[in-house]
């Protein structure tokens, strides 16, 4: 007798194939909005309640039917198809259609029960999207300057500086569009104000962190570090013990990178955090395992910060 049901969903441009199991009931509907309502419909029929959906993030092709879902309380998860792909492997399945696809992914619902994370409203979809076109942005430019070192021809030297201009204009016009999201957002703007105070979170950074780690505030000080990939973890093996067996890994890129940032700056500007970095440095820390735990420690502050709602303060006795 079935108690409940799971629901893996391969998703494609055009289809959502769509697995219940342990019915072993297989549909097929077309990743539109009318398509999407009719999978709701196919859910809700069901005589037994659903448990879990889940889907492979696929580049945004997901997030509509994702979204619906959970808007109309269906306990849906978006999972990185990293792991999808290792519990395809364990499994032992070298069958791979768009059905078993979809079967496998209600398997991994139950078996692995991933956690359910809020699909993003469309406005924070698109704060997302511009964050990641800013930083493709400034990728660009920083290949373009590159090129100026190795061209002698005047009219490919103009070519590209033309293009230099052009990216930074993009840039600035992006930049200017997330400023006014955020303060049109009474949260953001509120949470843009609190981070923003801290000496080394410029605008930037601030923004990146309030678009890619929308956790901030909510988890514990280990937990948001895991999150960004800033946890130290031991990874023991053979002849490498010790200190040389910790290491940090995994993460979001974006939030990683806006708080190397963050980190360098506060090295020279927080009075807090460069005390903290110059103590590390001292007593034999390299440089670069110090700028790594500058960048954990300026985050725990930033999550404690926004969870007590508070704003920055070098006498506050930090995490």
Not at 36 to 56: G, Y
Not at 172 to 188: A, F, N
Request: aromatic content about 6%; glycine content about 6%.
């Amino acid at each position: 007798m079935v108690d409940s049901i799971y629901v893996g969903i391969d998703v494609a441009q055009e289809w959502l194939d769509v697995w219940l199991h342990p019915k072993h009931q297989y549909k097929r509907f077309s990743n539109t909005t009318q398509g999407i309502s009719k999978l709701l419909e196919h859910l809700t029929e069901q005589d037994n309640p659903v448990a879990k959906v889940v889907l492979e993030a696929t580049g945004g092709l997901e997030y509509q039917a994702a979204r619906r879902l959970q808007k109309a309380g269906v306990p849906t998860a978006v999972v990185n198809p990293y792991f999808t792909s290792a519990f395809r492997v364990m499994r032992g399945k070298r069958t791979k259609t768009d059905a078993t696809d979809a079967e496998m992914l209600a398997m991994f619902a139950e078996k692995m029960d991933p956690e359910i994370r809020p699909v993003p409203t469309a406005q924070e979809k698109e704060m997302r999207e511009l964050t990641a076109r800013r930083v493709q942005l400034i990728e660009m430019v920083t290949a373009e300057k590159n090129r100026l070192k190795r061209i002698d021809s005047e009219s490919v030297l103009l070519s590209v500086r033309v293009m230099i201009t052009l990216l930074a204009e993009e840039k600035e016009r992006i930049e200017k569009r997330l400023q006014k999201m955020v303060q049109e957002h009474e949260t953001y703007a509120n949470q843009y104000r609190l981070l923003t105070s801290i000496p080394a979170i410029g605008p930037a950074v601030a923004i990146t962190l309030i678009t890619e780690l929308p956790e901030l505030g909510q988890l514990n000080k280990k937990e948001i570090a895991s999150l960004a990939g800033l946890a130290p973890h031991n990874r023991d093996s053979g002849k490498t013990t010790g200190k040389a067996a910790i290491r940090t890994g995994g993460g979001r890129r974006c939030v990683k990178a806006a708080l190397y940032m963050g980190a360098l700056v506060a090295t020279r500007h927080n009075p807090v955090l460069k005390t903290f970095y110059k103590r590390l440095v001292e007593n034999g820390k390299p440089k670069k395992v110090a700028i790594v735990a500058v960048m954990r420690k300026l985050l725990i502050i930033a999550n404690q910060m926004t969870k007590e709602q508070r704003e920055w303060s070098e006498n506050y006795q930090h995490p």
